[in-house]
């Protein structure tokens, strides 16, 4: 463990893993026998979506019958929550666990807290969110937003995906979903799948690793539209589901969800 200015180190056999609390408790990189899996940079490794999952139509949301505007970072919608742009705080830190919290605040309307705990094995990842209120109760969504390297090195070939979704969740011209479950369509994709059953996602770096997402939520968005990434994110809620599938955090109830990254070497 490691609380130095770049990140929390931790480590399991030659499996290192660094989150960056001052940067959105971003897992900033995974480094497995040498390869590097995460695209680096300051807005990439892989971020927890707190307290919603991808767009908000028009940055606008309600709890009962009041009406809240939030920021249009992605214009004309608000994106990804405010967790990734918030400066957290390490509770505990160990040689391969820790565990980390914010408190929401600004432009979030609701007061709350946050926490994201993260254990390493050297055969997996498991990651926890979780989201607590003793206050108001409001509407949120929790899940990751991993940037997966299309290859794991120049010569290596690119990440193939494989999963099974149960429905995709059609999208409008505005980039929401409208409603309506297709059947799945082939990529590229920028779209949320259904999987009710839990998230299962396979990615294969073939010849070097595989690696499978799998977590209890029952959305995943597949984002493969760039050239260097892959993204696999597990989410308790379909983009703009404050609106159209709220889940309600209360003093008795809050919002918990899990994922887990197992992998094997090719």
Known sequence: MSNE?????????????????????????????????????ERYGTFPMVPWCGRVADGRFRNGGVLHQLPLNSPPHAIHGTGRDSVWRTARAGKSEASFTYDLADPWPYSGRVTQT????EQSLTLALGIETYDTSFPAQA???PWF???????GEEARIDFTPAWQEKRGSDQLPTGERI?????????????????AVTLTWPGQL??????????????????????????SGPPNGLNTDPRLVTPLEPLELTA????RRL
């Open 260 to 263: 887990t990254w197992s992998w």
């Open 210 to 235: 595989e690696l499978t997402v799998t977590s209890p939520a029952r959305w995943v968005v597949i984002y493969d539209e760039q050239e260097e990434a892959v993204c696999v994110e597990p989410q």
């Open 149 to 155: 390297r299309r290859r794991l090195d120049a010569q």
């Open 5 to 41: 200015e770049n990140g929390v180190l931790l480590a399991a056999g030659d499996v290192e893993l660094t989150v960056r609390p001052d940067n959105g408790c971003r897992i900033a990189s995974l480094v497995i026998g040498g390869a590097e899996l995460l695209r680096q940079g």
């Open 183 to 199: 059947a799945p369509l082939p990529g590229p994709w920028d779209d949320c799948f259904g999987m009710p059953d839990g998230v």
């Open 143 to 145: 899940g990751w937003h």
């Open 118 to 121: 993260v254990e390493l094995t």
